[in-house]
C-alpha cells in the first residue's frame, strides 16, 4: 500500500525481530537506547496514568501544563541556555523561529547538505536564501565578503550531519562572520551526544551562545518525543506570539515529557553512558577502517559505508544477516543517492554485537559477489 519498508520490532535494547529473525539493530538515532530503558518508560508510564495523554489543546488557550514548563526549565540547565520552548516535533523547531523573525535577516547563508527541516524553513526567514559549500569556512567567508559585513546574517546548518557523523566546524564561521552574525544549529543529532556535558555541537566546538539559536529533537539521545528551540528569552517570546506552528499546534504528549526529563536526568548524572557511547564508536570506526573501508573518524557515532554497485550492497546485506545483524540499508536525505549503510552505534551495544558488524562488512568487502 505504501512505499515503507517492513516494520521492525524492539527487542531488548539493542535487537530487532526481522521477518521473524533477531537480529543485532544498528539503525536509527537512540544513541544511548532510552527509549527502551525502564526508568524513562515508568517515567512516561507513570505520567500517562496520572495525566492522560495529552492535553488536546494549544499551549496558547487551554494546553499549558506545568509538566512542560518543568522539562523547558530542565533543557535550558542542562544545555547551558537562557531559555527552552518546546515544540510539538523537531522537524518544526526551524520553522517556529522563522515565523518569529520574518524580515528579520538580509542574508540567510545554509550548508547546502543540511536536513530537509532547514530547507523549508530558510525561506520564511524572509532573507535571500543561498547555499555555502559544505562544512565549508572559506565558502561562507566568500559568500559575506561579497555581500558586505553591514548585512543582517543568519547561517542556518546542521550540528551533526546525521548520515556520517561529522559536525559543522562552527568556531570556524564564527571567525569569518560579522560580530553581529547569528547561528541557527538544527542539532538534533548532536544534543545529548557531543561535548564534555552532551550540550551538543556548539560545545563540541568551542562556541559560546551569544547569537546561537540552537534546535534540539527530543526523538534521538533522550528517547521520547517532541522538538525544542534554545535560546534568547526574547526570542522565544517572539515564537510564543507569533509563530503559526507554536499557536496552531498541540504539544508533545506528556507521556513523552515526562520521559525527556528522567532521560535528561541519566545524562546529566551518568557521564558514563556518553564515555561508553564515545568507546563503541572508536570501536566500530577502527574496526571498520581496518576492513577496508574508508571510514572517517568523525566526532558522531555514526559510519556511513558505501557499497560500490547494487550487486555489493546485496552482497552486504547477506553477510550482515549471516552474522546476524539487521542490514542498515537506507537512502535518504544527506547521504549517497544510491544508498549506502548507515551504521549507528549506541552506548549500550557490546563489543561482541560490534565485531560481528565489523566482521560482515569485512566479507562484504573481501567477497563483493
Given amino acids: 500500500m505504501y512505499e515503507l519498508p517492513p516494520g521492525l520490532e524492539t527487542v531488548g535494547r539493542t535487537d530487532v525481530r526481522w521477518h521473524g529473525r533477531t537480529v543485532a539493530y544498528f539503525g536509527g538515532c537512540d544513541y544511548f537506547r532510552l527509549a527502551g530503558d525502564p526508568e524513562v518508560v515508568e517515567a512516561a508510564c507513570g505520567a500517562a496514568r496520572?495525566?492522560?495523554?495529552?492535553?488536546?489543546?494549544?499551549?496558547?488557550?487551554?494546553?499549558?501544563?506545568?509538566?512542560?514548563?518543568?522539562?523547558?526549565?530542565?533543557?535550558?540547565?542542562?544545555?547551558?541556555?537562557?531559555?527552552?520552548?518546546?515544540?510539538?516535533?523537531?522537524?518544526?523547531?526551524?520553522?517556529?523561529?522563522?515565523?518569529?523573525?520574518?524580515?528579520?535577516?538580509?542574508?540567510?547563508?545554509?550548508?547546502?547538505?543540511?536536513?530537509?527541516?532547514?530547507?523549508?524553513?530558510?525561506?520564511?526567514?524572509?532573507?535571500?536564501?543561498?547555499?555555502?559549500?559544505?562544512?565549508?569556512?572559506?565558502?561562507?567567508?566568500?559568500?559575506?565578503?561579497?555581500?558586505?559585513?553591514?548585512?543582517?546574517?543568519?547561517?542556518?546548518?546542521?550540528?551533526?550531519?546525521?548520515?556520517?557523523?561529522?559536525?559543522?566546524?562552527?568556531?570556524?564561521?564564527?571567525?569569518?562572520?560579522?560580530?553581529?552574525?547569528?547561528?541557527?544549529?538544527?542539532?538534533?543529532?548532536?544534543?545529548?551526544?557531543?561535548?564534555?556535558?552532551?550540550?551538543?555541537?556548539?560545545?563540541?566546538?568551542?562556541?559560546?551562545?551569544?547569537?546561537?539559536?540552537?534546535?534540539?529533537?527530543?526523538?534521538?539521545?533522550?528517547?521520547?518525543?517532541?522538538?525544542?528551540?534554545?535560546?534568547?528569552?526574547?526570542?522565544?517570546?517572539?515564537?510564543?506570539?507569533?509563530?503559526?506552528?507554536?499557536?496552531?499546534?498541540?504539544?508533545p504528549p506528556l507521556p513523552m515529557a515526562a520521559a525527556a526529563l528522567a532521560s535528561l536526568r541519566r545524562l546529566g548524572s551518568e557521564p558514563e553512558l556518553r564515555a561508553r557511547l564515545v568507546a563503541n564508536s572508536a570501536l566500530l570506526k577502527r574496526g571498520l577502517r581496518d576492513a577496508g573501508w574508508p571510514v572517517e573518524a568523525t566526532p558522531g557515532p555514526v559510519a556511513a559505508v558505501l557499497p560500490q554497485s547494487a550487486r555489493a550492497a546485496a552482497t552486504l546485506q547477506r553477510q550482515l544477516l549471516a552474522h546476524d545483524v539487521f542490514p542498515p540499508f537506507i537512502r535518504y536525505p544527506g547521504g549517497p543517492d544510491r544508498g549506502y549503510f548507515r551504521c549507528a552505534v549506541s552506548s549500550e551495544h557490546t563489543r561482541e554485537q560490534i565485531e560481528r558488524l565489523v566482521e560482515g562488512m569485512r566479507l562484504g568487502k573481501e567477497h563483493p559477489g
Avoid at 509538566?67 to 547551558?80: I, K, P, Q, S, V
Avoid at 517556529?96 to 540567510?108: L, S
Fill in 50 to 251: 496520572r495525566f492522560g495523554l495529552g492535553v488536546a489543546a494549544s499551549r496558547r488557550t487551554t494546553g499549558n501544563h506545568a509538566l512542560y514548563e518543568e522539562l523547558e526549565a530542565a533543557l535550558a540547565t542542562f544545555f547551558g541556555a537562557e531559555g527552552a520552548l518546546l515544540v510539538g516535533c523537531g522537524y518544526a523547531t526551524g520553522m517556529a523561529v522563522a515565523q518569529a523573525c520574518r524580515e528579520g535577516f538580509d542574508e540567510v547563508l545554509v550548508d547546502e547538505r543540511s536536513h530537509g527541516c532547514i530547507a523549508d524553513a530558510a525561506p520564511l526567514f524572509g532573507g535571500r536564501v543561498r547555499e555555502f559549500g559544505h562544512r565549508n569556512a572559506e565558502s561562507l567567508a566568500g559568500m559575506v565578503a561579497l555581500e558586505g559585513r553591514e548585512e543582517r546574517v543568519l547561517v542556518v546548518t546542521d550540528g551533526m550531519f546525521a548520515h556520517d557523523g561529522s559536525v559543522a566546524p562552527l568556531g570556524e564561521y564564527r571567525r569569518v562572520l560579522p560580530k553581529g552574525a547569528w547561528l541557527l544549529v538544527d542539532d538534533a543529532h548532536g544534543a545529548g551526544v557531543l561535548g564534555a556535558r552532551g550540550r551538543g555541537t556548539p560545545e563540541l566546538t568551542g562556541v559560546g551562545r551569544r547569537h546561537l539559536i540552537q534546535l534540539v529533537t527530543l526523538s534521538k539521545a533522550f528517547g521520547a518525543s517532541g522538538g525544542a528551540v534554545l535560546g534568547p528569552r526574547a526570542l522565544l517570546r517572539e515564537i510564543v506570539k507569533q509563530s503559526a506552528v507554536f499557536v496552531g499546534s498541540t504539544p
